[in-house]
């Protein structure tokens, strides 16, 4: 949900009292819930996930869990903190956190993350030029991922069908298992 003010800047976001979290975009911030156990069970194992993968191949990629911020279009308009960024260039990566696009960004859908999640994050990480965007949701037990650069449809994957990564080639996350540690 948005917070009260309106018109504010990065620095308004950067200024924010310690331990508020929140988002900047388009001159509005948002504020971010305190995620739930099962919210954070999911990202840590995503996490975990990507971080052997890249380990045991030798990715040049780093892997980060909110909060972490994403100055998305590079420009200072526009911060987020998704639950998981991967980020493969490392040149986009600075004291502050991410100045530009992840590669892979993981967002876990909570109760009040939902339209903002499927929506308003959708437009903005295809926008920027995010490669990959996985909405894993509870609620209904799928994860939709959407490959921009090589379709704009999605695809959707029930909990039980492994997940296959297309930024970490060779990849593939067993969803149904994190969720069964619960």
Not at 18 to 25: K, M, P, Q, T
Not at 102 to 125: A, C, F, I, N, Q
């Amino acid at each position: 949900m948005p917070l009260p003010k309106q018109n504010m800047t990065a620095q308004d976001y950067w200024s924010l009292p310690d331990g508020v979290r929140a988002e900047l975009i388009d001159g509005e911030l948002w504020d971010l819930a305190s995620p739930s156990r099962v919210h954070q069970l999911i990202c840590a194992q995503l996490t975990a996930a990507f971080i052997g993968h890249i380990a045991a191949h030798g990715g040049d990629c780093q892997v980060y869990a909110a909060p972490f911020a994403v100055n998305l279009f590079d420009d200072e308009t526009t911060f987020v903190e998704p639950d998981v960024s991967v980020i493969c260039d490392r040149v986009k990566l600075s004291g502050r956190g991410c100045e530009g696009a992840p590669d892979l960004v993981v967002e876990v859908v909570s109760p009040s993350s939902r339209g903002m999640d499927y929506r308003t994050k959708h437009v903005l990480y295809s926008d920027a030029g995010v490669r990959e965007y996985w909405i894993v949701d509870p609620s209904t037990s799928r994860t939709t991922v959407y490959r921009f650069e090589a379709d704009p449809a999605p695809v959707q994957y029930p909990f039980e069908e492994p997940v296959p990564c297309g930024v970490l080639t060779g990849l593939t996350v067993d969803v149904a298992g994190i969720v069964a540690r619960m």
